[in-house]
Structures are given as structure tokens and as C-alpha cells.
């Protein structure tokens, strides 16, 4: 997992890290969507979770030979002298919501990404977003087309049915990118951001 | 994503590492905390002390990615940094700029994020 890559250090005067959180279903694109934008190349890491569904930060759990990990993905962006932005890749499904409070603690806001084929590895993520208050944008990762001679009902739907599709507020933000793409993820972290920005300033939200 | 079995892997190792203590004191610590050394640990260094140790003797390093480099669980990567910030052995720089919860990112942090993207 090593690699001269993963080994770019900090600059030393880094002292603000923040977090950017990209959940979204099995193979939707959320490792794919970090090794775009990162610095470094994706690193691994995990958490213990138990059977009994133990608090992350209770290390007692450490000592669990019942204990099984979860790992996630994560990459970063250095913004400036101080400030590192991490993006971090969270498992959807309800079943990883031990790691929440972890990962979205202190987040700045979060990215869904989404599949159109899978749309309900979505609704969870969601629900949990808006329960929680934390602020998010929708991602809709356009994988390759169809291929040509599929029926006409496989072609992607469009960015209004997927709205409708996962029922979201008007207020929140649906975009498309191609998670293969720098560019692209990099506009979708714009996104985002803007979205929080005009968040602070809730009369000239649409 | 792949859940495993973490015993059968190292079966005592976990275990060894944190002395199976359930202990929370010390700095609070999260994901993105930025890790700072203060030299190179002395013989006789626990091993997985010695590892934080020598990741962040000249740079800051991250909560996640000390876990990611030691192949070591997150809460497990915090047990050893309590016991090393508590020794003075390492600081901590917090992420301050982080939102409280329930509140949005403020305005000039998003800003220097705005600006930071951009520059990408």
C-alpha cells in the first residue's frame, strides 16, 4: 500500500485540517471520484466494528476477537500554507453507521454519489444527511453510455427524474460528473462548497 | 468495505498494542487531526509508539493517515496517540477550522477552500 507517492509529506506548517465526505453505494465511483482530485494516491485505512455495533471510540472493542474492520478511502488536497482539505469515501449502507459520527463530525458537508442503475443504495445516505443536518450536494457519476443497441428504456435518465427518483428538496443541489475525470470531480467539490456558501445566506437561496 | 476478521490475522496484536485498556483520556482526536513529533523515539520504544514516532518526526501527519501507513485500526492509531501526547512525545494540531455540529463552515474557510479548489 506503500509507495513513494503516498509518501508526499504535509508542508510542515499545516495546522487546519478539514474533511469533505463522498458516500455513496458499493461501486458507485467514491474511490474512483478521490484518486481523481488527491494529491496523494488513495490510501486505505479502517475502523473496528463489532458485532454488538460498539461505539468507534470505545477501544475496549479492541480486545473483541469477535471484531471485524471496515475500511475506507481517502485522499487529500492541500489548499494552502495551513489548510489541508481531506476527502474521505464512506459506505452508504445503513449497516456502516458506526462510522458516521467519525467521518462526517466536523465535516464541512458531503458529496452522495450516484448511481442511476442502483438509485436506492442512495436513499439511506440521504435520509441520514438531512436527518443530521449535514449539508450536501447530489452527484449523479455518468458511467459510459449505453451500449448502442440497448432498448431505449436503459438509456441514463435525466437529472430531473433522478430528482424526483430520490424525492430531494429543492434546495439541494443535483449536478453530473465523470468520476474518472479531475476536472469534473474537481467542479463537483466547487459545487459544494458554493452550495455551503449560499447556505449562509438563506433569502437568495433558490 | 471488506469486512475481516481482524483476530485472524494478528491475533494478539490489537490487543498487545493497547494493553486492552478502554482508555479515553488525553487530547480528543479526530480522523484529520495533524500529528507532530518531537524527535526520533529512544530504544526500547514500543513498536507501534516507534512507527507514529518516525512518520512524524519532520512533518505533520493525519489521524487516517497514520492508520493507513501502520495498518492499524483508527481507535486503535488514537490509544497510542493519548499515550504519546500525554508523555508530550507528540502535539496535536486540531482541526479547528471544522464546524461545530449543526452549524455551517464559516465564510472565510470556505473562501481559502473556494480559492484552493480553483487552484487545483
Known amino acids: 500500500m506503500t509507495s513513494d507517492r503516498n509518501d508526499v509529506p504535509l508542508r510542515s506548517t499545516a495546522r487546519d485540517a478539514l474533511k469533505i465526505v ?3 453505494g458499493f461501486g458507485v465511483g467514491k474511490t474512483t471520484m478521490v484518486g481523481a482530485v488527491s494529491e496523494i494516491r488513495p490510501l486505505s485505512t479502517e475502523e473496528i466494528m463489532t458485532r454488538a455495533g460498539v461505539g468507534i471510540d470505545d477501544p475496549s472493542a479492541v480486545a473483541d476477537k469477535n471484531a471485524t474492520t471496515v475500511a475506507f478511502d481517502f ?3 492541500t489548499l494552502n500554507d495551513e489548510k489541508v482539505l481531506y476527502l474521505f469515501g464512506a459506505p452508504g449502507q445503513q449497516r456502516f453507521w458506526f462510522l458516521w459520527d467519525q467521518l462526517f463530525g466536523g465535516s464541512l458537508g458531503a458529496v452522495v454519489l450516484v448511481d442511476t442503475r442502483r438509485l436506492a443504495d442512495s436513499f439511506y445516505a ?27 428504456a436503459r438509456a441514463a435518465p435525466s437529472l430531473a427524474r433522478v430528482r424526483a427518483a430520490l424525492d430531494l428538496p429543492p434546495g439541494v443541489p443535483l449536478v453530473e460528473c465523470d468520476a474518472r475525470l479531475r476536472p469534473s470531480c474537481k467542479s463537483v467539490l466547487i459545487d459544494l462548497v458554493q452550495h455551503l456558501t449560499s447556505l449562509h445566506f438563506p433569502e437568495t437561496t433558490p | 468495505m471488506n469486512p475481516r476478521d481482524v483476530g485472524r490475522e494478528d491475533p494478539d496484536r490489537l490487543f498487545i498494542v493497547t494493553g486492552g485498556r478502554a482508555d479515553t483520556d488525553g487530547p480528543v482526536l479526530d480522523l484529520v487531526s495533524l500529528i507532530v513529533g518531537g524527535g526520533a523515539a529512544p530504544p526500547g520504544t514500543p513498536s507501534e509508539q516507534a512507527g507514529v514516532l518516525a512518520r512524524c518526526r519532520d512533518f505533520p501527519v493525519s489521524v487516517a493517515e497514520l ?3 501502520l495498518d492499524l485500526p483508527v481507535s486503535v492509531v488514537k490509544i497510542v496517540l493519548r499515550d504519546l501526547a500525554r ?17 455551517l463552515p464559516d465564510l472565510e474557510t470556505l473562501r ?6 480553483h487552484d487545483l
Open chain 2, 112 to 117: 481559502q477552500v473556494l480559492v484552493g479548489l
Open chain 1, 75 to 77: 485522499g487529500r488536497i
Open chain 1, 22 to 24: 463522498i458516500v455513496g
Open chain 1, 126 to 152: 440521504i435520509d441520514r444527511l438531512e436527518h443530521h443536518g449535514t449539508p450536501f450536494i447530489v452527484a449523479v457519476n455518468r458511467f459510459p453510455g449505453p451500449a448502442p443497441d440497448a432498448p431505449p
Open chain 2, 87 to 103: 508523555e508530550g512525545r507528540v502535539t496535536v494540531r486540531p482541526p479547528v477550522s471544522a464546524p461545530p455540529r449543526d452549524q
Open chain 2, 67 to 69: 492508520s493507513a501507513h
